[in-house]
T-cell receptor, first 110, second 115 residues
Framework: LAKTTQPISMDSYEGQEVNITCSHNNIATNDYITWYQQFPSQGPRFIIQGYKTKVTNEVASLFIPADRKSSTLSLPRVSLSDTAVYYCLVALDSNYQLIWGAGTKLIIKP | DAGITQSPRHKVTETGTPVTLRCHQTENHRYMYWYRQDPGHGLRLIHYSYGVKDTDKGEVSDGYSVSRSKTEDFLLTLESATSSQTSVYFC??????????????FGPGTRLTVL
């Protein structure tokens, strides 16, 4: 049974790189991993998605090792506005089950 | 932002009363979802729909029913509201065929309080 686990909270400082790791056992080759960002009183918003190795877009990178038992969201040079809750989601291709992590509250300090 | 609205945005009701929440989209997306969000639990899927009149249960479907008679509307009904259903409810949509990613777009949420 697939499950996702991520740290409850993290803090960092402006200008630093932040890495948030999600552990997800028992996922198959076609199961994809997605990260979302949520600000207070808003719905989550898509950040990045991938299946394997590394994906990069204009706001983040996603690293997925060969064993696919974890994935790491990397936020380069964070600012105060990156303070939010970040969710890891694993979507199982076999039955379309969605496995959400409990979220990581990231606090960025000046 | 994706065209998703939820109504009402806030509701206070009493235990035992039926409640219906509405999600409306203007994106013509095939999939629609209802989630609840509670502190310490993140997002939990209640029900989802993969087309008109096609719905399926999520992980916390007990006490909830849904209906989708049109592509743009997805209704969530609490048949007899209980205090344990006090939560923030989010609707989301997705359509894998229209994007490189199977991303979900979320509505603004409905805060429901059951007294």
């Amino acid at each position: 049974l697939a499950k996702t686990t991520q740290p409850i909270s993290m803090d960092s400082y402006e200008g630093q790189e932040v890495n948030i790791t999600c552990s997800h056992n028992n996922i198959a080759t076609n199961d994809y991993i997605t990260w979302y960002q949520q600000f207070p009183s808003q719905g989550p918003r898509f950040i990045i998605q991938g299946y394997k190795t590394k994906v990069t877009n204009e706001v983040a990178s996603l690293f997925i090792p060969a064993d696919r038992k974890s994935s790491t969201l990397s936020l380069p040079r964070v600012s105060l506005s990156d303070t939010a809750v970040y969710y890891c989601l694993v979507a199982l291709d076999s039955n379309y089950q969605l496995i959400w992590g409990a979220g990581t509250k990231l606090i960025i300090k000046p | 932002d994706a065209g998703i609205t939820q109504s009402p945005r806030h509701k206070v009701t009493e235990t035992g009363t039926p409640v219906t929440l509405r999600c409306h989209q203007t994106e013509n997306h095939r999939y629609m979802y209802w989630y609840r969000q509670d502190p310490g639990h993140g997002l939990r899927l209640i029900h989802y729909s993969y087309g008109v009149k096609d719905t399926d249960k999520g992980e916390v479907s007990d006490g909830y029913s849904v209906s989708r008679s049109k592509t743009e509307d997805f209704l969530l009904t609490l048949e007899s509201a209980t205090s344990s259903q006090t939560s923030v409810y989010f609707c989301a949509i997705s359509d894998p065929g229209t994007s490189d990613y199977n991303e979900q777009f979320f509505g603004p949420g409905t805060r429901l309080t059951v007294l």
